[in-house]
């Protein structure tokens, strides 16, 4: 009896020590597992996430040469127009063409691979855009020459804001606004890199 009161100190030192390993080996084994269609889904429900606006004000001339006879005999004035508009152009990068191959986990690092940087939209502010002066031919269609010079002003706001830089100013903000947001939703930390692919740039 006392030999086994002396001992079963022990054994319960044993007993802990091998338990101990045990739940050691069993957590290493653990598999790291990560939903991504699950984490895809929350992602694509942002949309389109609007990342910088820009504004702008700007003076618009458009000139519409009437037609010339013979080299001296013009019928007609030609049309001329001058505003003075005011818009706005908003960068964004569409999350529902992240697809589920962009998603790479790596360790303890998520790894994000988003679309190309895009405007999502560009207009005028109707409100705070006016004709400073207008005279057209008499022979032409005065309203249409109006809505082609709005037309033509809502062009140079797009072609404004991408020499002003909003593709690349889109993707700076996509990493201060967006990389905490992945990192909540996936519980992760995430690397963010954009995908190598083909814009085409249409001013028109």
Known sequence: MRI???IFPWLIIILL????YITYKSDQNVETVINRSAILQEIETLGKLELVKYNFKEITEVTEVSKEYFRFFKLGPDSKIALISEGQAVGC?????IRESDLVLENDTLY???PSPEICYYKLD??????YS???NPMKDEKKFIQKAYKHAEREIKASALNSGILEQTRENAETILKP?????SG????????IEEVEIDLN
């Open 4 to 6: 086994i009161l002396k």
């Open 17 to 20: 020590g091998i338990w101990a």
């Open 93 to 97: 990068i569409d999350l529902t063409k």
């Open 112 to 114: 994000v691979k988003l």
């Open 126 to 131: 109707m409100e705070k855009t006016r004709i």
């Open 134 to 136: 207008l005279q057209t």
């Open 181 to 185: 947001l992945l990192e909540q939703i």
């Open 188 to 195: 992760h930390k995430v690397i963010l890199t954009t995908r």
